[in-house]
């Protein structure tokens, strides 16, 4: 059972920087793959990245290719999502999950999910 808390939303303007943490209880946080999910206004929830149990590996949806980085430090059973050159697009809730599928992108690859963080990008 892991348990993920997602926080760093808030309202910024196009252009800013925001950078979202999602921290996980348990002892078994390096054991799982993590990923970061958002959902907007009226849509489905979209795939934005992940990262392997190692870090090594990273998968980013193309929407936010160059502006957004996933790391983590299993140290601190902590994963984050660096948000650059926010656009109003951008708005959505944004959820950690953790899961065990190498290079997941779908929800249903997804074990654990948080409860999601706000972030708001005025244009």
């Known amino acids: 059972q892991v348990q993920l808390v997602e926080s760093g939303g808030g309202l910024v303007q196009a252009g800013d920087s925001l950078r979202l943490s999602c921290a996980a209880s348990?002892?078994?946080?390096?054991?799982?793959?993590m990923g970061w999910f958002r959902q907007a206004p009226g849509k489905e929830r979209e795939f934005v990245a992940s990262v392997a149990r190692s870090g090594l590996s990273i998968s980013y949806a193309d929407s936010v290719k160059g502006r957004f980085t996933i790391s983590r430090d299993n140290a601190k059973n902590t994963v984050y999502l660096q948000m650059n050159s926010l656009k109003p697009d951008d708005t959505a809730v944004y959820y950690c999950?953790?899961?065990?599928?190498?290079?997941?992108?779908?929800?249903?690859?997804?074990?654990?999910w948080g409860q999601g963080t706000q972030v708001t990008v005025s244009s």
């Open positions: 348990g002892r078994t946080f390096s054991s799982y793959i």
């Open positions: 999950a953790a899961g065990r599928t190498y290079q997941a992108i779908r929800e249903s690859e997804y074990d654990y």
